[in-house]
């Protein structure tokens, strides 16, 4: 496997009226090819802002993005952040693609799905409007869109939700990018859809040999489809692991809380939910100290108040195995058994 | 295969075809409720047309005599009848020597200006149509590309420049904004000569005298119009940039210049599609104040003589349905167009 | 055996699609198509399957906020089908509906004092010790703080907004609520807090819950028992720790196993039936099975005659003509 994207100290800040919203801070995660990344975190903990950064999909006038992204793709190393507008727009749709989680919204309504797939893949390669609907045609037969000819006239509205989702990925590979950031792709869609679309998904990445930044808030979804995961809260990595780490040697509080208080389909359980307490903070003028420390149920164990009065490193607790806390692992590895 | 696609092809022309002469069907229906509501408006009205057009020395024959010469000595709906009766077939007026005849399509006849209403339509409504498109085509150059400028380059000094010009442009009435241009400008630098207000050049014979006629009532026009469509346009776009989809035509990599005029521009200016379109005909129904100030012969002058002088009932009967029907038909036209161009419309 | 607190006989509910140029009907969207359920005191029931089944339309007649088309309801043995208005009034106070948009189910400008005192004074309640002491002791009891009395839906987040919204239905101590997808808006860290809270309250007040939800882990934890829908129909009605480890229906087994599970090793050894195909429109539902166009196991006759729901364990309900 060879690296894909290196993401170093990647900060994104939004200056507000009411103050600066720091939506990401101090990034660091890297991504192979053929590799699935996964970044969970509840509502608000900078999920998309990280990857719209990424993807340079922010307005740069309104945001303060600092950090490298370096793209690794196949025709040399980019480095996104610095580059010029007309360098990543030339990368965007050709070496990284990206999708949405709203399959209604995200698609226009006032164009054919076989146009805008064919608009994709015109912007990058040279070629008539007929070979580009030929290409959208054959991307929406890949995606297993029944009677793709047919249906590519057709508009959004005229789709199912799951077939939208299809659309936006046939849209998203169709110039075989090396990166693929997957924001939230099935939140929108029922469960027997999901799981279609994540096996598209997979199979895809099998086919394209793509890095996959998969974004989600469903542990599931994470478990049946992420090599590794980043969680997220309040803006930073907490936690980073491979998947087995996380789920069975978790070394962050929030990851522990979060695995504990959901329930699951196939152990029917009667008690009571471990819920985590308390709400996320809101990301204005937040101060300095663990994020998380206020809802933590182990911020007592750690000496001296430390917890509230100053910010944890991103730690390496075990092999490949990094967390923002400052029990060291034995303690954590105690408490959560 | 093929033929399952024609099918489905033709199934979608059809849908079409059904829901543009279900909509004509409508609208016909429409027109003619409003001609027989303006007959019953003008028949419950306190004004008598026969005893005002009687002059000083009245006796109650002579007023029965011009009722019955006018017309109006029958129901409404017999009145009502009559009128429609003459838009197909024609129509005579007056009896004996007197007597007139109106070729079809007749809308009446005017006893105060011994005309034909056709032909009194005929002469002032190329003077109002002249006067609502270019006006119409002025606003929408100027308010559109305004409105784009300054949401393109939303918070900078374009943007505050544009918003000061919407300011003034909402809040001057239209004779404020026709007076002053006529007055401080027009007059006072010769632009136009006094003698030549008023005056028709035909657009096929004489296009430059056409053109700088209408110069300045189109720009007085235009830009009380151009405002409200400046602040339209620019909300409008704004509010489509941060629509899903345009994110989306960004991650595709398109160019922002076609992020703007392709993705943007067309669901933005779809609803702009629909006030343009009444506002049009609103315009064709008569600029009053405009046609007034700049003495221009329109239907708006027209209706207002018609009104102001001797209440010249046939005229205020057929501008009245006249400009209803502008409107209906500009409902119409934009309800089309708007399943033209958005095709979940089209298909439901 | 004790009166069911709710009783729905075959109860459907059928939306006229209007169209044409005069607004004629031209059919009908069969939301609800059938259904029964009945509801014990103190139970929960859980009602799931896909958008557009017509779990929300199921509930919202249940609350008499549609007509319905035909069938039965029978609310604490009374039967409230036809009740309308004032007569529905009395009934109205016994049984609350909780909603899944806490953000829209509130009204922006009213305090949260209004909010929940609004229904007492519909149905001119005068709580013992005052309104105002009422309100504050339902904030307290649903976990937020009774100091915030004066303060607007928005400068609450999401969570606490749904916990607004069950101190509401909580005011007049009804017997049933109807939870409309209570959780589903909030994050995962907080819906745990609110199941929890939801499992306390009945516990204090003997409440019967009909749980209308989309996320079958939720409601495997929250429900005694649990009916599946498709397309308006029942397929399948189980005790929950049947249906979850035995579940009959085709559709059912389908539904559990695209579940994803929070652990690799389980979910990656796991088998996995996808269905083909996408949700069919209500509003031209198949003949036959309702399911049969996605079902693997479909054969000529699923496809032309409907199954009837057979029990085929006490209790557990299952209408398929080839049952696993
Ligand atoms: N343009 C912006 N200006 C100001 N704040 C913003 C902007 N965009 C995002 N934010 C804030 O940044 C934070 C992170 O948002 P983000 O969209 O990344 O969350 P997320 O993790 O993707 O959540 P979700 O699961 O809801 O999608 C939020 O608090 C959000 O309010
Ligand atoms: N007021 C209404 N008028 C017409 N059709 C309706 C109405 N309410 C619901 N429907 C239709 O009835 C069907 C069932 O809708 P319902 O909202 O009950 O589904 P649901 O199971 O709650 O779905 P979801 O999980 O998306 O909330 C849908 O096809 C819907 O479009
Ligand atoms: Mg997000
Ligand atoms: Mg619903």
């Known amino acids: 496997m060879s690296n894909l994207l290196d993401v170093k100290g990647l900060n994104v800040t939004f200056p507000t009226v009411d103050g600066e919203v720091r939506a990401s801070v101090d990034l660091n995660f890297e991504l192979n090819r053929g590799e699935t990344l996964?970044?969970?975190?509840?509502?608000?903990?900078?999920?998309?802002?990280?990857?719209?950064?990424?993807?340079?999909?922010?307005?740069?006038?309104?945001?303060?993005?600092?950090?490298?992204?370096?793209?690794?793709?196949?025709?040399?190393?980019?480095?996104?952040?610095?580059?010029?507008?007309?360098?990543?727009?030339?990368?965007?749709?050709?070496?990284?693609?990206?999708?949405?989680?709203?399959?209604?919204?995200?698609?226009?309504?006032?164009?054919?799905?076989?146009?805008?797939?064919?608009?994709?893949?015109?912007?990058?390669?040279?070629?008539?409007?007929?070979?580009?609907?030929?290409?959208?045609?054959?991307?929406?037969?890949?995606?297993?869109?029944?009677?793709?000819?047919?249906?590519?006239?057709?508009?959004?509205?005229?789709f199912s939700g799951g077939m939208r989702q299809r659309a936006m990925i046939a849209m998203a590979l169709v110039n075989n990018p090396s990166l693929l950031i997957a924001d939230e792709p099935t939140t929108a869609l029922d469960v027997t859809v999901q799981a279609q679309v994540l096996q598209l998904l997979q199979n895809m990445q099998k086919e394209f040999n793509m890095g996959v930044i998969l974004?989600?808030?469903?542990?599931?979804?994470?478990?049946?489809?992420?090599?590794?995961?980043?969680?997220?809260?309040?803006?930073?990595?907490?936690?980073?692991?491979?998947?087995?780490?996380?789920?069975?040697?978790?070394?962050?509080?929030?990851?522990?809380?979060?695995?504990?208080?959901?329930?699951?389909?196939?152990?029917?359980?009667n008690h009571r939910l471990d819920a985590i307490k308390g709400a996320p903070p809101s990301l204005i003028n937040l101060p300095i100290a663990c994020s998380f420390a206020p809802r933590c149920e182990y911020s007592s164990l750690v000496p001296g108040g430390l917890c509230n009065q100053s910010q944890p490193e991103l730690e390496q607790k075990e092999a490949e195995h990094f967390a923002r806390c400052f029990l060291p692992a034995e303690r954590i590895a105690e408490v959560r058994s | 295969m093929r033929r399952i696609v024609q099918s489905f092809e033709e199934s979608k022309g059809m849908a079409m075809l059904k829901y543009v002469s279900r909509r004509i069907a409508i609208s016909i229906i429409i027109l003619v409720l409003i001609s027989a509501t303006v007959f019953i408006i003008f028949n419950y009205l306190p004004f008598d047309p026969a005893r005002l057009s009687c002059g000083k020395h009245c006796t109650p024959e002579i007023i029965a005599?011009?009722?019955?010469?006018?017309?109006?000595?029958?129901?409404?709906?017999?009145?009502?009848?009559?009128?429609?009766?003459?838009?197909?077939?024609?129509?005579?007026?007056?009896?004996?020597?007197?007597?007139?005849?109106?070729?079809?399509?007749?809308?009446?006849?005017?006893?105060?200006?011994h005309e034909c209403v056709t032909t009194l339509l005929g002469q002032a409504l190329p003077v109002t149509v002249s006067l609502a498109i270019g006006a119409f085509i002025m606003w929408l150059v100027l308010g559109v590309t305004l409105g784009v400028i300054s949401a393109r380059f939303r918070n900078t000094w374009i943007d505050r420049l544009s918003t000061v010009f919407v300011l003034v442009g909402t809040s001057l009435p239209t004779f404020i904004s026709g007076l002053l241009l006529l007055l401080f400008i027009v007059l006072k630098f010769n632009l136009i000569s006094p003698l030549d207000l008023g005056t028709w050049h035909s657009p096929l014979t004489d296009p430059w005298g056409w053109f700088s006629s209408y110069f300045w009532p189109w720009l007085s026009l235009a830009l009380i119009y151009a405002a409200t469509y400046t602040r339209f346009t620019r909300s409008n776009v704004i509010e489509t940039s941060s629509e899903d989809f345009i994110r989306t035509a960004r991650a595709k990599g398109v160019s922002e210049r076609k992020v703007l005029w392709k993705h943007t521009l067309r669901p933005a200016l779809a609803p702009i599609l629909t006030i343009a379109g009444l506002d049009f005909a609103g315009l064709l129904g008569g600029a009053i104040i405009t046609e007034q100030i700049f003495q221009l012969p329109g239907l708006g002058r027209l209706t207002l003589q018609a009104v102001l002088q001797d209440y010249d009932l046939p005229i205020i009967v057929a501008t009245t349905t006249l400009a209803a029907a502008f409107v209906v038909i500009a409902n119409l036209v934009v309800d089309l167009a708007y399943a033209l161009l958005d095709p979940r419309i089209r298909i439901s | 055996m004790s009166t069911p607190i709710l009783e729905i006989k075959d109860l459907k509910k059928y939306f006229p699609i209007s169209g044409g140029a005069f607004g004629k009907s031209k059919g009908a969207v069969k939301a609800v198509d059938g259904v029964d359920i009945t509801v014990m005191p103190g139970e929960t029931v859980g009602l799931v399957g896909e958008s557009g089944c017509g779990k929300t339309t199921v509930g919202r007649t249940v609350m008499k906020l549609y007509e319905p088309t035909s069938g039965q309801i029978f609310f604490d043995g009374e039967e409230i089908t036809n009740l309308r208005g004032r007569a529905m009034k009395p009934i109205r106070s016994k049984m609350q509906m909780i909603f899944q948009d806490p953000y829209s189910s509130l009204n922006p400008r009213h305090t949260v004092g209004r909010i929940i005192s609004s229904s007492f004074e519909i149905h001119g309640i005068n709580p013992v010790g005052g309104t105002k002491i009422a309100v504050q002791e339902l904030?307290?009891?649903?976990?937020?703080?009774?100091?915030?009395?004066?303060?607007?839906?928005?400068?609450?987040?999401?969570?606490?907004?749904?916990?607004?919204?069950?101190?509401?239905?909580?005011?007049?101590?009804?017997?049933?609520?109807?939870?409309?997808?209570?959780?589903?808006?909030?994050?995962?860290?907080?819906?745990?807090?609110?199941?929890?809270?939801?499992?306390?309250?009945?516990?204090?007040?003997?409440?019967?819950?009909?749980?209308?939800?989309?996320?079958?882990?939720?409601?495997?934890?929250?429900?005694?028992?649990?009916?599946?829908?498709?397309?308006?129909?029942?397929?399948?009605?189980?005790?929950?720790?049947?249906?979850?480890?035995?579940?009959?229906?085709?559709?059912?087994?389908?539904?559990?196993s695209a579940v994803p599970i929070p652990d690799p090793r389980v979910e990656r050894s796991r088998e996995r039936i996808i269905l083909k195909g996408d949700l069919t429109s209500p509003a031209n539902p198949p003949a036959g099975c309702v399911f049969s166009t996605r079902c693997w196991k479909a054969t000529d006759l699923c496809h032309q005659v409907a199954p009837l729901p057979l029990e085929l364990t006490p209790g557990h309900r299952v209408a398929c003509h080839f049952p696993e």
């Open chain 1, 38 to 158: 996964a970044i969970v975190g509840e509502s608000g903990s900078g999920k998309s802002v990280s990857s719209l950064a990424i993807m340079g999909l922010h307005n740069r006038a309104q945001t303060l993005i600092s950090g490298e992204v370096i793209l690794h793709g196949s025709k040399g190393s980019t480095e996104l952040i610095s580059a010029s507008e007309e360098t990543v727009r030339g990368l965007r749709g050709k070496e990284m693609a990206m999708i949405f989680q709203d399959p209604m919204s995200s698609l226009h309504p006032y164009y054919s799905i076989g146009a805008q797939i064919s608009e994709a893949w015109a912007i990058h390669n040279d070629g008539s409007k007929r070979d580009g609907m030929k290409r959208a045609i054959q991307m929406l037969d890949l995606v297993e869109i029944p009677s793709a000819a047919k249906r590519a006239h057709e508009f959004p509205h005229q």
């Open chain 1, 215 to 269: 974004i989600t808030h469903d542990l599931g979804v994470v478990a049946e489809f992420a090599d590794r995961v980043n969680v997220m809260y309040a803006g930073k990595i907490v936690e980073t692991a491979g998947v087995e780490d996380l789920y069975y040697r978790s070394m962050h509080p929030y990851t522990i809380g979060l695995l504990r208080s959901i329930p699951r389909v196939d152990q029917i359980d």
């Open chain 2, 65 to 113: 005599g011009n009722r019955h010469r006018l017309g109006l000595d029958v129901n409404w709906w017999v009145q009502w009848w009559r009128f429609l009766e003459g838009i197909f077939a024609g129509r005579n007026y007056g009896e004996g020597a007197a007597l007139i005849h109106c070729g079809a399509p007749a809308f009446g006849y005017s006893f105060t200006q």
């Open chain 3, 139 to 256: 904030l307290e009891r649903v976990g937020l703080n009774p100091e915030h009395i004066n303060r607007f839906p928005h400068e609450f987040s999401g969570g606490q907004r749904q916990r607004i919204g069950i101190a509401r239905a909580l005011a007049l101590r009804p017997k049933l609520i109807v939870a409309d997808e209570p959780v589903s808006a909030l994050d995962v860290s907080i819906q745990a807090q609110v199941v929890n809270l939801l499992d306390d309250l009945q516990q204090e007040f003997g409440l019967s819950y009909l749980f209308v939800a989309h996320d079958l882990s939720v409601v495997q934890h929250i429900a005694d028992r649990v009916v599946a829908m498709y397309l308006g129909k029942v397929m399948e009605e189980a005790p929950t720790a049947q249906l979850f480890a035995h579940p009959r229906h085709p559709y059912t087994k389908a539904l559990l």
